[in-house]
C-alpha cells in the first residue's frame, strides 16, 4: 500500500493519535513511519516505530494489551494520524487506560450548568469513558468491575431487572422514583454496550437514521 497522501516528517515519522472508537478517550500517542503503518494495515493491531530503541514497536506485544484497528484517518495537512481502536486492556505502561489521566489545567466551565442544551448530554459521555476505563482497569472494589468479572448474564440480568424497576416506578405515578430507575437501566445499558463492543454513537446514529427513514 502506498501513503503517498501522507506527509512524514524529515525523520520519515508522523504522529499518531489513538483513540478508543467506542467512549472516545484518547489513549495515547505515538510515532509511526511508512514500515509500522504498513504493518498496522496489514495485522489489523497498532504497530508503532520507537523513537527511543530505534525499532517497530507493536502494542501489546509483550503485555497482551492489543489495540485492534477500526478506523485510520489523517488530517487536513495530512502530517498527523488518529487511530481509532478496540483496546485489549490499558493502553498505558502504567496500567491506566488511557495515558491521559492527570488534568493539567481545567477551567471547570465542563462541570457547571450541566442542563445547557450544548452541554445537556455530556455526562453520557463522561459515563462512557469511566465504563470503557472500568473495563480495562478493573479497579478492585468498583460496582462496575464486578459486572464485568460476572460477564454478560449478570449485566443482562441487571438489565432485566432495572427494566421491570420502571415498569414499577411508572405503574405507580411516583416521578421521583421513575427517574432513579430509569437512570439505572440506561446505566446498565450502557456496561451491556460496552461489553458487546457496541458504541453508543451507533445507536445514537441508528435513532437519527430512523427518524430521518420516518420523515422521508
Known amino acids: 500500500m502506498k501513503w503517498e497522501k501522507l506527509n512524514f516528517d524529515e525523520n520519515g515519522l508522523i504522529p499518531a493519535v489513538v483513540q478508543d ?36 514497536w507493536h502494542k501489546g506485544e509483550t503485555s497482551g494489551n492489543t489495540q485492534k484497528v477500526k478506523d485510520i484517518r489523517y488530517d487536513c495537512d495530512q502530517d498527523a494520524l488518529v487511530i481509532l481502536v478496540e483496546p485489549n486492556g490499558p493502553a498505558c505502561h502504567t496500567g491506566s487506560y488511557s495515558c491521559f489521566s492527570e488534568t493539567l489545567y481545567s ?60 415498569i414499577i416506578a411508572a405503574k405507580n405515578r411516583d416521578p421521583e422514583e421513575l427517574k432513579w430507575e430509569v437512570s439505572d437501566l440506561l446505566f446498565h445499558v450502557m456496561v451491556l454496550l460496552q461489553e458487546q463492543k457496541v458504541p453508543l454513537d451507533e445507536i445514537l446514529t441508528t435513532l437519527e437514521e430512523r427518524h430521518t427513514k420516518k420523515d422521508n
Do not use: C, W
Open 21 to 56: 472508537y467506542q467512549s472516545k478517550e484518547v489513549l495515547t500517542v505515538a510515532y509511526m513511519n511508512e514500515k509500522s503503518l504498513e504493518k498496522t494495515v496489514e495485522i489489523g493491531e497498532t504497530v508503532f516505530f520507537s523513537r527511543s530503541r530505534k525499532k517497530l
Open 107 to 166: 477551567s471547570g466551565d465542563n462541570k457547571t450548568e450541566p442542563n445547557r442544551d450544548s452541554d445537556r448530554y455530556r455526562i453520557l459521555n463522561e459515563l462512557q469513558e469511566i465504563i470503557a476505563q472500568r473495563e480495562h482497569e478493573m479497579p478492585e472494589g468498583a460496582y462496575t468491575t464486578y459486572l464485568f468479572q460476572h460477564g454478560v448474564d449478570k449485566i443482562l440480568k441487571k438489565v432485566g431487572e432495572e427494566a421491570g424497576e420502571v
